[in-house]
C-alpha cells in the first residue's frame, strides 16, 4: 500500500506541472489579448484613432508655434510701417532698433530703472516744432530666469533747449489705475533722493496720481492747475521731468498703431504746460482729440 501510495503520489506530480504550465500559457495569452487582440478585432479604429491622436498632438504644437511666429512679425511690420508713417510726416528719423545718440543719458529717469534685457524698437528722433523729440517703443524684462516677464511700454520724450525743470515723477498710482498693478516699485535711488507731494486741493488728482520730486516748492510752480485738472480727468499718463527733458508715456502699454501720432500730440501738450509763458492752447498744439481743449471731439 505504501509503495502504491507512493507510486500515485509520484505519478500526479507530472500532471501538476503539466496543469501549472497550462495556466501560465492562458494568463499570458490572456494579456496578449488584452493589449494586442483590438488589432485584429472591431476595436481597430479605436487603437488607430488613439495613434493618429499621438501624432496630431505635436504636429498641431508644431503648427501652432509656426503661426504664433507669423503674426508676431505681421505685428512688428505693421508696428514699424505705423512709426515710419509718423516719422514721415513729422520730418523725423526712422530707426528699427536702438536708441544709442538719441536724446541723452536715460538713467535719470525711473521707467529705465527696472528689469534687464532692454530693447528700444521702433525709434523716431530729430526735430519737430522746434523740439528734439524721441518716440519708441521700450520693452523690458523682470522676474526671475525661471519665470521671466516682459513690460512693453510706448513712450514718447522732448527735450526743450532752455527749459529748466525740477526733477519729479508723476505717476499712475500702481493699485488705483483702471489697469491695474502693473506699475513697478519706484526705485530706491529715487526714494532716496525724492519727497511725495500732495495736492489736498485736488482729491481727484491725488486719487489717480502719485507725485514725487526733488524741491517740492519748484514742483508745485512747474506744475499749472490746469495740467492736474486735465490728468486728473483723463488718467492714463505719466510724466517725468529732469533738467531740459520731459518723458511721457501711458500705463504699462503699448499704444495700438493707430495711437502712435496721438501720444505724441498729447506729449506736445503736456510739454506746452510745462514750458513758461507758452500756453496749451497755442495754435501749434490743438487739433486733436487728446487735447483738452478738444475733450469729446472725433475726426469725422
Not at 476595436?43 to 488607430?48: F, N
Not at 504699462?252 to 513758461?276: H, K, N
Request: glycine share 12%; net charge positive; hydrophobic share 40%.
Amino acid at each position: 500500500m505504501t509503495a502504491a501510495g507512493g507510486v500515485a503520489t509520484l505519478g500526479a506530480q507530472p500532471s501538476a506541472e503539466r496543469g501549472g504550465k497550462s495556466g501560465g500559457v492562458r494568463m499570458r495569452r490572456a494579456r496578449h489579448n488584452q493589449w494586442f487582440g483590438a488589432m485584429t478585432g472591431t476595436d481597430l479604429p479605436r487603437v488607430a484613432g488613439l495613434a493618429l491622436l499621438v501624432l496630431l498632438v505635436p504636429v498641431t504644437l508644431v503648427a501652432a508655434a509656426l503661426a504664433f511666429v507669423r503674426l508676431d512679425r505681421r505685428i512688428t511690420r505693421k508696428r514699424a510701417a505705423a512709426f515710419r508713417a509718423v516719422a514721415g510726416a513729422l520730418g523725423l528719423e526712422f530707426r528699427p532698433h536702438g536708441i544709442d545718440g538719441c536724446w541723452g543719458d536715460l538713467s535719470p529717469f525711473d521707467l529705465f530703472r527696472h528689469g534687464r534685457t532692454r530693447w528700444f524698437r521702433n525709434v523716431l528722433h530729430g526735430v519737430a516744432r522746434g523740439v528734439e523729440v524721441c518716440a519708441f517703443d521700450y520693452q523690458y524684462t523682470v522676474g526671475s530666469d525661471r519665470h521671466p516677464q516682459c513690460r512693453h511700454q510706448t513712450a514718447v520724450g522732448f527735450r526743450t533747449p532752455g527749459l529748466v525743470l525740477t526733477d519729479f515723477n508723476l505717476r499712475l498710482r500702481a493699485w488705483g489705475d483702471p489697469a491695474g498693478p502693473w506699475a513697478p516699485a519706484l526705485t530706491r535711488e529715487v526714494r532716496a533722493g525724492y519727497r511725495d507731494i500732495a495736492f489736498e486741493e485736488r482729491a481727484e488728482f491725488s486719487t489717480h496720481y502719485r507725485l514725487t520730486g526733488t524741491d517740492e516748492a519748484a514742483v508745485r510752480r512747474s506744475l499749472p492747475g490746469e495740467l492736474l485738472d486735465y490728468l486728473a480727468a483723463h488718467p492714463a499718463l505719466n510724466v517725468e521731468a529732469h533738467g531740459d527733458r520731459v518723458l511721457v508715456y501711458g500705463a504699462g502699454v503699448r499704444a495700438t498703431p493707430e495711437a502712435i501720432r496721438g501720444l505724441i500730440d498729447t506729449g506736445f501738450d503736456v510739454l506746452a504746460w510745462l514750458r513758461p509763458g507758452d500756453p496749451a492752447d497755442g495754435d501749434s498744439h490743438t487739433g486733436h482729440p487728446g487735447h483738452p481743449g478738444n475733450a469729446g471731439r472725433t475726426d469725422g
